[in-house]
């Protein structure tokens, strides 16, 4: 068996592992290692050809590729090591056990560890749609490695069901490519992602969006053959009377995605039920010593710029840790989710002699205009803002000052429509 040392070892070469690894670099991590299961570096981002990516980071519009190539260049730049087609099998604390495709059994032994393994999405048994289990249904984030990686069409008449990111951009994706889009279904009665990529995927290309509808059965035996689908009540139970059959040759699902967790579970590290990702402080890290994690496996996230800028605090403050320059912690606020308000990342504050200024991120249960945002400690406001609309696709923020926060308090967001 290989063993090798490392101050920070990164797992996950995707975006969210790349920009950490760069960071860490930066902060001045002599040794930091990247173990990517792939043959490449890029992750997701790899599959992603259309433009979008980068708006916020760089200022200007680039592919997925793209994105992740630049960051891929500046973590080479400062002398990141990659091993790739590498699964991590087994990690207790910072000492992890791989299986490298040529080398074998390695063992990584690091001060400190950062883990950035992404999501995956929700398949079919996952949302227990009825009917045959023809050929002809994935989900959508299949179809686009098919598609856009494989060079391989995955059918001629489609419905997709599920209005995340992924499956509005294979709508667009697909009519470009010949392919009938016959609608998009989506169960909750308003959009799942953002509303940019509703316009810019759905109505430019007069692709019907049908909310508060799902996908009652499957038909076919060898091939998908159609699907019925139903209008919900508020309890999302399909109306009696309402179905309708919509033919196809293919079925899409973009039903939610999952933080990739078992390896953080498997170490009794603290998950959040909200987020299915670890409970993090400021600095990304999680409740076992030493180990941090940011991007998609923490929660997931609408933007990849923002997973960068949250993977790029998690790779610098686990640098600080590996050297030994984190300060001692002087007690912790809670952070916990109020009235609209679905979650709060991190989900805790941690107390330092730094008090430095917290971004917490966090999502509304339901779209609303014209709202205000309040912040309160134990009850008292410390901070508003008003926003013109709040959607549960789109992830809203909020800078806090931690200067007056004491030991126990807890913090509360709230979102409340003002007439």
């Known amino acids: 068996m290989i063993h090798k040392r490392c101050d920070v070892a990164i797992i996950g070469g995707g975006p969210a592992g790349l920009a950490a690894a760069m960071a860490a670099k930066r902060e001045g991590a002599s040794e930091v290692m990247v173990l990517e299961r792939d043959s490449s570096m890029g992750g997701i981002l790899q599959q992603c050809i259309h433009p979008g990516f980068g708006l916020t980071y760089f200022d200007e519009e680039l592919t997925g590729p793209e994105y992740a190539a630049r960051f891929f260049e500046e973590a080479s730049a400062e002398g990141v090591s990659f091993m790739l087609n590498t699964m991590v099998l087994h990690m207790e604390a910072t000492h992890l056990i791989c299986s490298n495709k040529e080398l074998g059994m390695v063992t990584v ?7 950035a393994m992404g999501c995956r999405e929700r398949t079919r048994a996952q949302i227990q749609i009825p009917g045959s289990r023809p050929a002809g249904i994935y989900t959508a984030g299949t179809a686009q490695r098919l598609i ?33 889009v016959v609608a998009v ?24 969006l049908l909310l508060s509808h799902t996908v009652t059965q499957i038909v076919g035996k060898g091939r998908v053959e159609g699907v019925f689908i139903a209008k919900v009540d508020e309890q999302k139970v399909p109306i009696a009377g309402s179905e309708q059959f919509l033919e196809c040759d293919t079925l899409l699902l973009s039903v939610g995605l999952i933080p990739e967790n078992e390896l953080t579970k498997s170490q009794g590290i603290e998950i959040d039920p909200l987020t299915g990702g670890p409970r993090l402080n400021q600095y990304q890290q999680t409740s076992l010593e030493g180990v941090f994690a940011c991007g998609n ?42 009235e609209q308000v679905r979650y709060i990342c991190p989900q805790e504050i941690a107390l330092d002699p730094n008090r430095e200024e917290v971004t917490l991120y966090f999502r509304a249960t339901v779209p609303l205009k014209k709202v205000r945002i309040t912040a309160s400690i134990d009850g ?7 926003a013109v609309r709040v959607n549960p696709g789109e992830m809203e923020q909020m800078t806090i000052s931690p200067a007056a926060l004491l030991d126990g308090q807890e913090l509360t967001i709230d979102i409340e429509e003002v007439r």
């Open 148 to 180: 856009n990686r494989q060079n391989v069409m995955v059918g001629k008449r489609v419905v997709i069901l599920g209005s995340g990111d992924i499956g509005m951009i294979m709508a667009r994706r697909l009519t470009l490519e010949g392919v009938d």
């Open 297 to 338: 496996v923490v929660h997931v996230n609408d933007l990849v710029d923002n997973v960068s800028i949250e993977s790029i605090n998690a790779g610098t403050h686990a640098a600080r840790y590996a050297l030994k320059k984190t300060h001692l912690r002087e007690g912790h606020v809670v952070c916990t989710p109020g």
């Open 380 to 386: 008292k406001v410390i901070r508003t803002k008003r």
């Open 109 to 115: 032994e690091a001060a400190s560890v950062v883990l």
């Open 185 to 208: 279904v989506e169960i909750q009665e308003y959009l799942t992602g953002l509303t940019r990529n509703r316009v810019q995927c759905l109505d430019d290309f007069s692709i019907p």
